[in-house]
């Protein structure tokens, strides 16, 4: 899956940055931030409570 920064995360998450493989930590429900090197693409979603 992808995501964007400014979209609402469907679950909680960490989302990895599709540019630069920075992570950012969501919780669901919360809009994703942008990557802490300025980027707004996420290639994936890992560490899913209960999924591990
Ligand atoms: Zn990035």
Request: aromatic share 4%; charged share 35%; net charge positive.
């Amino acid at each position: 899956m992808s995501a964007h920064a400014g979209e609402k995360a469907q679950k909680t998450g960490t989302f990895h940055c599709a540019k630069c493989d920075e992570k950012v930590r969501v919780k669901q429900g919360e809009k994703i931030p942008k990557c802490p090197n300025g980027h707004s693409e996420f290639d994936s979603r890992t560490q899913e409570p209960g999924n591990k």
